[in-house]
T-cell receptor, first 114, second 118 residues
């Protein structure tokens, strides 16, 4: 079974530029999550989808971050414009259902904002 | 609000030593779930265990064991006879039960960096 795929693995941009990350969850997984992990900290949930609907985006900085999950499969997370404090690893995870069972994580995208 | 505290930032042991990683949690819910994840240098979080709040039985899986104590709101993780391959960052996490606004959402602790020396 293929795992959660993410791309790119690394991205370096200047502040005020835009960037987009892509995630392909495990086939059949209805729930998809985007986490932000700042160096030395635990992951923090940014947004949670159930199929193509948003369940929780309370910690997403909506003035600059956006995410979508068209057709309930792949998802894209965008930052526009980026700030220095957005430097982090962005992790995508998926699970079969909404309930708190095992979440499968992708390898992450490491973003550096200069 | 939920909170997970892992007081040990870094632990260093020599191979074959036993090591315990502490986790203390806060929640107002009576139904909740606790998790441990491992993050090796490759960066991908690997699921280790899930416990629900009604099951306080300790669990053992090979060299890994977990001690869940509701009375002290703790969910500690012990590695017996540690190996170099156990070197990683370990995260404890908490999720609310059904009906909670954070159902299905994981709140992570800050992680414990474990280094096992040969």
């Amino acid at each position: 079974e293929a795992g959660v795929a993410q791309s790119p693995r690394y991205k370096i941009i200047e502040k005020r530029q835009s960037v987009a990350f892509w995630c392909n969850p495990i086939s059949g997984h209805a729930t998809l999550y985007w986490y932000q992990q700042i160096l030395g900290q635990g992951p923090k949930l940014l947004i949670q989808f159930q199929n193509n609907g948003v369940v929780d985006d309370s910690q997403l900085p909506k003035d600059r971050f956006s995410a979508e999950r068209l057709k309930g499969v792949d998802s894209t997370l965008k930052i526009q414009p980026a700030k220095l404090e957005d430097s982090a690893v962005y992790l995508c995870a998926s699970s079969q259902r909404l309930d708190p069972n095992e979440q499968f994580f992708g390898p992450g995208t490491r973003l550096t904002v200069l | 609000a939920q909170k997970v505290t892992q007081a040990q930032t870094e632990i260093s042991v020599v191979e074959k030593e036993d090591v315990t990683l502490d986790c203390v949690y806060e929640t107002r819910d009576t139904t909740y779930y606790l998790f441990w994840y491992k993050q090796p240098p490759s960066g991908e979080l690997v699921f280790l265990i899930r416990r629900n709040s009604f099951d306080e039985q300790n669990e053992i899986s090979g060299r890994y064991s977990w001690n869940f104590q509701k009375s002290t709101s703790s969910f500690n993780f012990t590695i017996t006879a540690s190996q170099v391959v156990d070197s990683a960052v370990y995260f404890c996490a908490l999720s609310e039960g059904a009906g909670g606004t954070s159902y299905g959402k994981l709140t992570f602790g800050q992680g414990t960096i474990l280094t096992v020396h040969p």
